[in-house]
């Protein structure tokens, strides 16, 4: 029988990379997936890869307003959620003298606030038991330089994934955080560098990753749906890390 059939699901930011992989994969264990994304093109692709199946909807991740529709229109068309997988995100990597307000608070919106009432908007429909994923990062445990912003945002996601299991337990809803480390995924691509310096960025990143590459969107999706299913009934408040050894330097 596969993992998450006649699941209903949701998978923010599941219009690329992490996210869209694992849609991919939720579909294929059996599950009813819908993604949400903000850029028109990726939302026609996602439309594209994940077929009629899916219910792709346009949401921007750090709106308090967008999230309470959003739950809305899940409870109208799915009843209620057995699995969540938040990952929408987003990274802006400047030195701390560089960073101005407008860019910490889109960035706190879209990492934080935004996942934080969406999860709240989503407490009526979530069914006992359900399953929420928190995707964070290994940013939050390393000392990168500037990523001060950002590191805060995975830093609160982990926060939340221990204190919410602790209170929504009771509620038959289990709260875990999966902490990728690099993965190839179009993330890079919007970090604003001019190519020789993205490429000088990558290379200095994959020379701390001990399993010398880069990780793949697959190999967070498979996670993810461990923790989305029924396998995973005993793990609560948990932290999967999946960086290539990179924190144990």
């Given at each position: 029988m596969k993992r998450l059939?006649?699941?209903?699901?949701?998978?923010t930011g599941g219009t690329s990379g992490i996210g869209l992989e694992t849609a991919r994969q939720f579909l294929a264990e059996g599950a009813r997936v819908a993604v949400t994304g903000s850029n028109p093109a990726t939302l026609e692709q996602a439309r594209q890869v994940l077929g009629p199946?899916?219910?792709?909807?346009?949401?921007?991740a750090g709106d308090v307003a967008g999230q309470r529709q959003l739950a809305h229109t899940l409870g109208e068309a799915f009843g209620q959620l057995d699995a969540v997988f938040v990952n929408a995100g987003m990274a802006d990597f400047r030195p701390l003298e560089?960073?101005?307000?407008?860019?910490?608070?889109r960035t706190i919106a879209v990492n934080v606030k935004g996942p934080y009432f969406l999860l709240q908007a989503l407490l009526p429909i979530l069914a006992k038991p359900a399953s929420v994923v928190l995707n964070t990062s290994i940013n939050a445990h390393l000392g990168m330089p500037n990523s001060s912003v950002y590191a805060l945002s995975k830093a609160a996601l982990i926060s939340l994934a221990r204190t919410l299991s602790g209170e929504l337990i009771?509620?038959?809803?289990?709260?875990?955080?999966?902490?990728?480390?690099?993965?190839s995924t179009p993330l890079y691509g919007k970090l604003g560098l001019p190519p020789a310096e993205l490429e000088r960025t990558a290379a200095a990143?994959?020379?701390?990753?001990?399993?010398?590459?880069?990780?793949?969107?697959?190999?967070?999706?498979?996670?993810?749906?461990?923790l989305a299913s029924d396998e995973s009934a005993f793990t609560v408040g948990s932290e999967l890390v999946i960086d290539g050894g990179m924190s144990t330097l």
């Open positions: 059939e006649g699941k209903r699901t949701l998978i199946d899916a219910l792709v909807l346009r949401v921007d560089q960073f101005d307000e407008a860019g910490f608070d009771g509620r038959g809803i289990r709260v875990n955080a999966v902490s990728p480390g690099p993965v990143i994959l020379a701390q990753v001990p399993a010398g590459r880069f990780g793949e969107p697959s190999e967070i999706a498979k996670a993810v749906v461990f």
